[in-house]
């Protein structure tokens, strides 16, 4: 098992397809089915994603999810951390202050100022935090972009209005029921 | 929850001690105590310690585990490894190939080279991992060696002495017995 859980990884490729249909609002169902993924897992990722100010959404037949702000302005760090929550790298338990010899008289010394192996603890989340915050959705749709032919992007669009215009048509066919 | 597990942290503050008393073998019993922690934690993080080549083991009277090099060729991340084993930060599914416009005749280009969220993950492991890898078992005792005054480690050596000297006279009682 990784340290990040698959919804980084959902939730991510999800935000992708926003940014490149950046005109059009997607539900998670729809983006779970074009992906071939759980809908009910990539469901649960939303509110999240949209607590954290990376989504908005928006109701209606046309409705769903957009992306909030720029794809340029949204770092994997802001999506890792939108997904996981506040999860650190290390969590000191300050084993430290138990010592037996002390014998239960801690002296000052003992617990003053962060433990060291937390301290390095917390160097190499920050490294990784630093290099989480370089990417941006945006480099990852330039890299997917420059492989991708012209007809992808095109095959995608046609894709997502096809599931609009269905969805339309049924709402029509109940309205006439 | 953090992604390193307690047993991280408890198996560098072993080794710290066994940094500390390098002229004799300690039980995972002596350490667990001498720290305030649960023994049976302890002594399963030793075999993993042991077979990554950090610790050796030795038996007797006098036996336990000894650091296998000096502290100054231990690093925090040969530490990780050996307790936490090959747990990448990011599992990738390759959702990328399963796209429905490509209606199950994948082409090429989707699957070529290493997913773009791939890479940029690999990138955040990689510096979490060179960051670890430059803190050294030898400068976390360095810190904590300039905190602590000399009388502490006279301690700890009188402790550990009074450790031994028990275990053999309990042997003597049981040999008389």
Chains 1, 2 share one sequence.
């Not at 935000?15 to 074009?34: C, I, K, N, Q």
């Not at 990539?42 to 949209?50: G, I, N, Q, R, S």
């Not at 990852?140 to 995608?156: C, E, H, L, N, Y």
């Amino acid at each position: 098992m990784a340290h990040l859980t698959a919804g980084v990884e959902y939730g991510i490729h999800c935000l992708l397809w926003l940014a490149l249909e950046r005109d059009t609002s997607l539900s998670s169902r729809d983006l779970a089915d074009l992906q071939g993924v759980s809908p009910s897992f990539v469901a649960k990722l939303f509110p999240k994603l949209e607590k954290a100010g990376i989504v908005v959404a928006s109701n209606g037949l046309r409705g769903g999810y957009r992306l909030a702000r720029s794809a340029a302005r949204i770092t994997l760090l802001d999506v890792v951390d939108a997904i996981e929550g506040p999860k650190p790298l290390f969590d000191c338990q300050e084993i430290r202050g138990r010592c037996a010899v002390f014998d239960g008289a801690l002296p000052r010394w003992a617990t003053n100022g962060v433990c060291a192996i937390h301290a390095a603890m917390l160097r190499a989340e920050q490294a990784m935090r630093e290099s989480l915050a370089a990417t941006t959705l945006a480099d990852i749709a330039d890299t997917v972009g420059r492989k991708a032919p012209a007809s992808f992007s095109q095959a995608v669009t046609a894709w997502v209005g096809g599931r609009t215009d269905a969805r339309s048509a049924r709402r029509g066919t109940r309205g006439r029921g």
